[in-house]
């Protein structure tokens, strides 16, 4: 059994995830990475207003095909640097090898990110045009979780589905491929709480 991770700097001890008396649930923010020099002062100015919120942690997402990967280091990077909020940076299989992933996840480790977001990721063309995983890379999310639980002791959230994945075969399935997730290291699922309003 691996022992319950430090807190994040600036954050209570207690986590609402695990202990339900610890209070009002604790959220996460998703920032996209920014793309533009006016981007990025709007994105400063948001972080910096919810800031005093005092977030489970912060993420930072990659673009499809992992697109907007140079941009996801750099703000994660600054998170850490810049502000007392806990950094957790999305880190997919799409469009890299194993080596390349590895050396992603060192850096952070040095850089003192310890949570991970870790996802299979979309294909470069979106959804709709089918995944195939790299022919070195991490196959698959509970692969990437295995393989950085080698990397380092990093904290690892991986993704749940409030309406099943779109990619999924049936609930079953999708409920299997979380468990598989979990089997491999992850230390929760998180979950946007709806897509579809009226379900």
């Known amino acids: 059994m691996r022992a319950a991770p430090a807190p994040p700097r600036g954050l209570l001890a207690a986590d609402p995830i695990s202990d339900f008396d ?30 005093p919120l005092r977030p489970r942690f912060v ?11 140079e941009r996801t280091h750099a703000t994660v990077h600054r998170i850490r640097q ?12 799409v469009a890299a090898t194993r080596d390349e992933i590895d050396a992603v996840a060192r850096d952070y480790w040095a850089a003192g990110i310890r ?21 070195d890379g991490y ?3 509970a692969d990437l979780v295995a ?18 994945h779109p990619s999924a075969r049936s609930p079953g399935h999708d409920l299997d491929n979380l468990k ?20």
């Open 147 to 164: 393989g950085l639980r080698k990397v380092a002791d990093f904290e690892i959230s991986v993704a749940a589905y409030p309406e099943t």
């Open 115 to 135: 949570h991970i977001v870790a996802l299979r990721g979309d294909p470069p063309g979106g959804l709709g045009t089918g995944y195939t995983p790299h022919p």
């Open 22 to 51: 610890a209070g009002p649930p604790r959220v996460s923010f998703e920032f996209f990475p920014p793309k533009t020099a006016e981007m990025e002062e709007r994105l400063w100015a948001a972080v910096k207003r919810l800031e």
């Open 59 to 69: 993420s930072v997402t990659y673009g499809a095909g992992g697109s907007t990967r």
């Open 180 to 199: 598989q997730k979990l089997d491999a290291g992850a230390n929760r699922a998180i979950t946007q709480f709806f897509f579809d309003v009226d379900v």
């Open 82 to 93: 810049e502000t007392p909020l806990e950094p957790a940076a999305h880190l997919t299989c």
């Open 139 to 141: 196959p698959y999310a």
